[in-house]
Structure formats: C-alpha cells, structure tokens
C-alpha cells in the first residue's frame, strides 16, 4: 500500500509540470501529407497532429512577462508559490529544404557582440563523420525508427540547418523567451511560420529558468535560488512516444490521455540544474528525484554529444569550464 507522499507530486514534478508548454494542435492538410519527409515521418495515418513554432512562443508569452508559478511544499509542510522566467538558452532548427537565404553566421550571443562562423559547418564535416561516434546521424536506435536507414544522405537524416542560437550572456544581460525569440525572427522568420512537420528530429531547444520571487514573501530560502535547464524537441518525429511517468503511483504521469485535437505537450527530455542545494527538490518518493534528475542529466548530456553541440549554459551549470 502507498503512503501519502508517493501518492503526491514531488517538488520536481510539479516543476516539469508548471513549465511544459502545452501547444495547441492543428492537422495537417492531406493535401500535404504526400510531401512530408518519409524518413521522418515513416507511419502512414489518416490524420497527422503538428502544431506551429508560433503556437509554441505564445505558451511562454505569460511566463516571459510574469514568470511560471511552481508551488513547493517545504520540509516544514510549507507550502508557497516560486516564480521562474524563462529564457531562451538554446535553439537549433533543421528542415528538410535548405533556407532561400543561407545563414552564414550562427548567432552567439555572448554579452560582447561575439558570433561564430558558418551555416553549413554541421554538414561541411560529413567527411568526418565516421571518425566520431558522438555526431548525431539519425541512425540511432534510440531515437526509434532510423536504425535501418543509414543509407540515406546525411541532409536527409539531420536536414538543412536553418537556424542555431546560443546565449553566452549573463543572466543578467538577457531577455526574456518571448523577446528574443521575436529579435531573431527578424532574422529568421521561420521561427514563426513553420510547423513540428516541417522539422527534423534534430530540432531542438534549452530553456534557462531563473527564480525571481515567491509568494508569500518575507523571507529567504536557499533551496529555492535552484535554476533549470530543460530541454525540449520540437520535430513531430517525436510526438507519438509515450511520455512515461519514472516515478511509479504517480498521481499525474507523464503519459496522459491527450484526446485528439487537444493540446500537444513539450514535456522536458533533459534536464541541468544550477545552485541546488537542500533537500526541497530531491526528498521526493524514497530517493527516486535524485534518480530521476540524473536520468534527465544524462540524456542531455547524450543528446548534445550526438549533435557534436557545446552547449554554453549546460557546460556552466555543470562546472565544465573551456579554455
């Protein structure tokens, strides 16, 4: 028989939970079906769900100006409301067309102006694939699918990159999602018009959480100075896997039964955590928080090693320093 806490939801899940997006969903015209990419999109149906990168930005509109509401409950049964902010860390963006205009220049935002070189640099290295087992192909048998078609060109499995931003600023130099997603869609204004569809399963983005207040107010409390990378895929490859719960007697698991037609959770794949200390985020059910922090680091960690990415803020929260 289950106790009370395992019947509730930790700390750390009611913060996945308050700050997965959840996108309203379209269908895709059958009209348009026939040209999807078959390799990303192997299964044949009568209907296919996607949802827009537009639909997308809107869901951290609210939390970009007032911050996402997380309740915690203390160790002393306390319970208050902890707000975060969400910031764009990461993004890249792989279709299966290469863009009209090609991008050049990645865009790195460093605090001092700092970009780095080159739109095709990720596919410029096909020759040296197979001296690194970390690049991400698309034949991994993790991802489901692909294991078979490694045949395929490599524009093909990975796409043509359309766009890649990394903030290097400090967290005080920084916008809000909202605002730096609309900055570069003055650049790249795919970021809100296309769909899940029309992405790769490479496609990808990191969002940087910071604490700004809780309510109530009127003290200071260490554990809650904890910030959070989550990580999200924004292909459509991957909206039909189960989001399975870890935790078991979970009062809310991951898998859900979403309806057709309703909204489309982005629930966190990966997870980094910065300033965690005490025991508000990993005292959950028995020590399974912990485990489950770890598993979400660790599939981070795996998903940047494929994609041969160094990801600035995943290196900062986990003391990795470069040169």
Same mark, same amino acid.
């Given at each position: 028989?289950? #106790? ?13 939970? @308050? ?36 639909? /997308?930005?809107? @869901? ?7 911050? *996402? #509401? ?40 460093? #605090?001092? %102006? ?24 698309? @034949?991994?048998?993790?991802? %489901?699918?692909?294991?078979?078609? @490694? ?32 900055? /570069? *869609? ?15 399963? *490479? ?25 959070? /990378? ?32 309703? %909204? ?54 986990? %003391?990795?320093?470069? #040169?």
């Amino acid at each position: 028989m289950m #106790g009370k806490e395992s019947m509730m939801n930790s700390n750390l899940e009611c913060f996945l939970r @308050c700050t997965t997006p959840v996108v309203p969903s379209q269908f895709l015209p059958k009209s348009e079906m026939r040209n999807l990419n078959r390799l990303w999109h192997p299964w044949e149906r009568e209907k296919i769900e996607c949802f827009s990168l537009s639909d /997308l930005w809107n @869901c951290y509109d609210e939390w970009s100006a007032y911050g *996402a #509401g997380v309740p915690i409950t203390l160790s002393t049964g306390e319970t208050l409301v902890q707000y975060y902010v969400p910031y764009l860390s990461a993004i890249q963006i792989f279709t299966s067309t290469p863009p009209l205009t090609p991008v050049f220049r990645d865009d790195t935002d460093s #605090g001092d %102006g700092e970009t780095k070189d080159s739109f095709s640099e990720s596919l410029s290295d096909e020759n040296e694939s197979d001296k690194s087992s970390s690049k991400w192909d698309g @034949c991994s048998s993790e991802e %489901g699918g692909f294991e078979n078609e @490694c045949h395929w060109p490599l524009n093909d499995r990975l796409g043509y990159r359309y766009c890649q931003y990394f903030e290097k600023s400090t967290p005080y130099g920084r916008v809000p999602l909202m605002d730096k997603v609309s900055g /570069l *869609a003055q650049r790249y204004p795919g970021l809100m018009s296309l769909r899940s569809v029309d992405l790769s399963p *490479a496609s990808w983005m990191a969002v940087a959480w910071y604490p700004i207040y809780h309510i109530p107010m009127g003290r200071t409390i260490k554990d809650l100075s904890t910030c959070f /990378l989550t990580y999200h895929t924004l292909s459509s490859s991957f909206q039909d896997m189960d989001h399975v719960d870890d935790f078991e007697g979970s009062s809310t698991g991951w898998k859900s039964s979403r309806k057709e037609g309703e %909204g489309i959770p982005l629930s966190a794949f990966g997870l980094a955590t910065y300033k965690m200390q005490g025991p508000v985020w990993i005292s959950g059910r028995g020590g399974r928080d912990q485990e489950r922090l770890l598993s979400l680091l660790g599939v981070a960690d795996s998903w940047l090693k494929q994609l041969r990415v160094q990801h600035h803020d995943f290196n900062y929260f986990n %003391g990795i320093r470069h #040169g």
